[in-house]
């Protein structure tokens, strides 16, 4: 892994500069980030949790609906690199403001046009256009804010800010899964889709008056070779490769975890609401303390491969019970529930510490390049996991979805490499 110099590195290009602050400033820097990475996540996170609703509302199949959530990872995983890319011209903090206030405009688009009223069905081709342009407007948000987390923390640092910025995904997806299922059952998806516009409105206001870069970085940065890019290094690839095939558990929980729940288990909207806020605290709370820990140890590698085998051994022992388990039966129920929550929250635990190792190999000039690629890979899996699902349930039921999902994490396992021996890693100001 690349190690951290002393020499610090002036602004980007195109940053919005601010004057010198404290060390507690970089708090706030990350509290704007983490309030635009979480209202993206209500938005794509909280509508799969009305799943029921939605698909009965739009009048979908299983595989309507797979198209509709898959619609949002396809919108993302185009538009992940160029706004990367951007954000290392232009600074996070224009990228954000850009992009978190187009997401809000074709939120309320949706919100006036494409939801179902009485008299009124919009078909799925609308639906699944505005969960695209969802997607490629939000896509903003997943690699800026980086570059900021790298420049205003020490390695010793950033594997818990940059958890804490992806936090926000599960956090927000909490949020989303506990609102938008019940405004959408009250007051229709109208009100809910305003909702998620208004909080991406709120977001981009806390970008605005705290996401800036300072005229010097106030810690030691990353300087990778001269001319390195991300897209010319194998080991970046072979990273972003791992994040792709590590994802599809947690899309395949985000996507189907209610319909799962309802339809195998027999559980009602609001124990599938329940779990699903379960599911995503669980894995804020993991992915806050794995990155702690692995900044402690400094085994970041090694961490990223015990969680491909715990995320095997979890989605195999699913299969298994939803071959098995007998049906109706309430211990199985259960223990359906149980599984699948602890799942999905190992399977979304190793956020923060996958995006700090990718973020730390690419250099503070390419962070958001490389957050970008790395996050290509994960919304491709947002994309075909849930198109390659409903395929899987209608050849060999549940149990051959959860046992495919098992084998990619097997298959990510050896892409995260030969972990380095563990090092002490410096810290921050203030830790």
């Keep these: 892994m690349t190690r951290p110099t002393h020499n610090a590195m002036p ?5 919005d500069p601010a004057p010198a602050a404290g060390a507690s400033h970089r708090w706030r820097v990350l509290a704007a980030g983490f309030a635009a990475n979480a209202a993206f996540s209500a938005a794509i996170s909280g509508v799969p949790a009305a799943a029921v609703l939605l698909r009965e509302a739009y009048a979908l199949s299983t595989s309507g609906l797979g198209i509709a959530v898959a619609a949002v990872g396809l919108g993302i995983a185009l538009s992940e690199l160029p706004w990367g890319m951007l954000a290392d011209r ?62 205003w923390f020490t390695d010793g ?3 818990l800010a940059m958890s804490i910025r992806q936090t926000a995904l599960p956090a927000g997806g909490a949020l989303g899964a506990l609102v938008v299922p019940a405004v959408a059952a009250q007051a229709g998806f109208r009100a809910a889709y ?63 975890l209610a319909v799962f729940l309802h339809d195998v288990a027999g559980f009602g909207m609001a124990w599938t609401s329940a779990a699903m806020v379960a599911y995503q605290v669980g894995a804020g709370a993991l992915r806050v303390g794995s990155g702690a820990w692995t900044d402690r140890h400094g085994n970041r590698p090694a961490f990223l491969q015990r969680s491909c085998l715990a995320v095997a051994v979890l989605f195999g022992l699913l299969a298994v019970l ?6 109706g039966d309430a211990a199985a129920r259960w223990a359906l529930l149980g599984t699948i929550v602890l799942g999905g929250i190992v399977a ?35 994309f075909l996991t849930p198109l390659f699902t409903p395929v899987a349930i209608a050849l060999g039921g549940w149990p051959a979805a959860w046992a495919l999902v098992a084998a990619f994490a097997l298959l990510a396992r050896p892409l995260f ?14 830790g």
């Design 11 to 15: 602004a980007q290009a195109g940053a």
């Design 194 to 256: 305003a909702v998620l516009a208004a909080a991406c409105l709120v977001a981009a206001a806390a970008c605005w008056r705290w996401l800036r870069v300072p005229a010097e970085p106030p810690v030691a940065v990353v300087r990778p070779a001269a001319g390195a890019s991300p897209l010319a290094r194998w080991p970046i690839w072979r990273l972003v490769l791992a994040i792709g095939a590590l994802c599809v558990a947690q899309i395949a929980v985000l996507s189907f």
């Design 90 to 151: 232009l600074g996070d903090r224009r990228v954000l403001l850009w992009g978190l206030g187009l997401t809000a405009a074709v939120l309320a688009w949706l919100a006036l046009f494409v939801s179902p009223q009485e008299g009124h069905r919009p078909a799925l081709a609308w639906l699944a256009t505005g969960m695209a342009l969802i997607g490629l407007a939000g896509g903003s948000v997943n690699g800026a804010s980086g570059r900021a987390v790298m420049t």
């Design 322 to 327: 939803s071959a098995w388990a007998p049906h």
């Design 348 to 382: 979304s635990g190793w956020h923060g510490v996958a995006f700090t190792e990718l973020a730390v190999r690419a250099g503070l000039q390419h962070v958001g390049t490389a957050l970008g690629l790395g996050n290509t890979f994960a919304f491709s899996a947002y």
């Design 417 to 430: 490499g030969r972990p380095p021996p563990a090092r002490p890693v410096p810290r921050g100001p203030g």
């Design 157 to 159: 640092e950033r594997g």
